[in-house]
């Protein structure tokens, strides 16, 4: 049964609380425990954060069942940003339920409203096949049911109070969510990447540089602007919750810096070869670099599986490899 912001009764493996009133949805994209979207409840209302496809739509819907919700009570839905395993399903949930206000990024709104740029480049990177499989069909918000959030603007969602938070560094229309009531940040992917399964022995965790928008030294101030919150707690999409949230922090600088020194390196290499830097033996490298200081890492922590853990993290290597790519070809053509 349901007692006040929580739920009394047996939840789902994909399904956790993880903080009262704050429920974690596994949306298995791709894999189990690789991306999440939050169901946030305040005296009867919800909010869902982030929406990943339209094909985790069914699961969101269902977690809102099990705790004795209906569509209709939904009042908010907020993507952190429009990369589509965090805002692909937000129109298909939209669409779904009646009463609900999407709220987003100055720069994400309009991307909601007529996602078409986002299906064309996807589909250029993917293919039809694989873009089918990933992320189904991308359905256009309504754009009088879409509403911007401000930098620092507060919104007040019954007892909790969400303050909105611009952050610059992995995509430039990326915006984090402070939620008063439970201390905790919802963070997008502003504040890296910590996957359940391999924070047994110690933290693991690594920053994101996925094209487009990658700029490390943006994305360094937006740690330490999330830090400055006082939050005690981050909810990841990419998964679940994160504490220890100073500790966390020096790691996530680390990261930025092992990326940030490769972008330079991937800079230089351009100038002096006097190339575009399209050639895919560069990205190749970069991509094998990063695997291997995240495998080196989790060898030093105890994990000798190096084959499985390289399957595990491979896609990830490979979004960071792109996106310094792009971020080299970008600082290029600037000269």
């Not at 709220?103 to 589909?123: E, G, W």
């Not at 919750?241 to 390196?265: C, M, N, T």
């Not at 989790?298 to 896609?315: I, V, Y």
């Amino acid at each position: 049964m349901k007692e006040g912001n929580t739920w009394a009764g047996d939840l789902p493996a994909w399904m956790q609380e993880v903080a009262p009133g704050i429920y974690c949805i596994d949306c298995d994209y791709v894999q189990p425990r690789l991306a999440c979207a939050y169901i946030v409840l305040s005296h009867g209302q919800v909010a869902f954060v982030e929406t990943n496809t339209s094909l985790a739509v069914p699961r969101l819907l269902e977690g809102l069942s099990l705790l004795g919700l209906a569509n209709e009570d939904v009042q908010y839905i907020i993507p952190t940003h429009v990369h589509l395993d965090h805002a692909g399903g937000a129109g298909a949930l939209l669409q779904a339920c009646s009463q609900a206000t999407v709220l987003a990024h100055p720069k994400a709104a309009r991307h909601l409203i007529n996602p078409i740029r986002l299906i064309q480049s996807s589909r250029e990177v993917y293919g039809e096949e694989l873009f089918a499989n990933l992320y189904g069909e991308i359905v256009p918000c309504e754009e009088d049911r879409v509403r911007i959030m401000e930098d620092e603007e507060i919104l007040d969602f019954g007892q909790r109070r969400f303050r909105f938070l611009h952050t610059r560094g992995h995509a430039n229309h990326h915006f984090c969510i402070f939620e008063e009531t439970s201390n905790g940040l919802f963070s997008g992917d502003s504040f890296g990447i910590a996957y359940p399964d391999l924070q047994e022995n110690r933290r693991f965790i690594f920053a994101s540089s996925t094209p487009t928008d990658f700029d490390p030294d943006a994305a360094h101030e937006t740690v330490d602007r999330l830090v400055r919150t006082g939050a005690d707690r981050i909810y990841l999409t990419h998964f679940g919750r994160l504490d220890l949230v100073k500790e966390a922090a020096q790691d996530l600088h680390s990261s930025l810096d092992f990326l940030s020194g490769l972008l330079a390196e991937a800079v230089q290499n351009g100038t002096q070869s006097d190339t575009d830097l399209a050639g895919q033996s560069m990205e190749d490298e970069l991509q094998r670099r990063i695997l291997n200081s995240w495998l080196d890492e989790l060898e030093k922590q105890g994990k000798k599986d190096r084959s499985r853990l390289a399957e595990r993290l491979k896609m990830d290597a490979a979004l960071n490899a792109g996106g310094l790519m792009v971020a080299a070809q970008k600082a290029l053509k600037s000269r």
